[in-house]
């Protein structure tokens, strides 16, 4: 046998080198960037949480349907009063009144 390995040789081959040492894993700035996004999304919970509770929904009037044609009826009425003066205006002009018209002709 004219070839040796590295086994027989007695030195190690790159894929045997003992593995290189390496600090822990909060010195690597990869491991935080993957921590980040889960961390993030916890703390939105918690905050959304803290609204929730905060702040309540208000309670629902048992009527709503009624009052919400109450509202209507109310627009329509403050649109109609509104509208008033030009609508005498134009009644006017489509129909004088009586005391404008001369008499006598």
């Not at 593995?19 to 690597?28: D, N, V």
């Not at 889960?38 to 629902?60: K, M, N, S, Y």
């Not at 649109?79 to 002009?93: C, E, L, S, T």
């Amino acid at each position: 046998m004219a070839s040796t390995s590295a086994v027989e040789t007695g030195t190690p081959s790159p894929a045997q080198a003992a593995p290189e040492q390496s600090g822990p894993w909060w010195h690597y700035p990869h491991v935080w960037m993957i921590i980040a996004g889960p961390a993030i999304v916890v703390v939105a919970g918690f905050v959304t949480l803290w609204l929730a509770i905060r702040t309540p929904d208000p309670v629902v009037d048992e009527n709503y349907y009624q009052s919400g044609l109450n509202i209507n009826e109310t627009l329509r009425k403050e649109a109609a009063r509104r509208m008033m003066p030009a609508v005498q205006g134009r009644n006017h002009a489509a129909q004088p009144a009586e005391e404008s018209v001369p008499s006598g002709h």
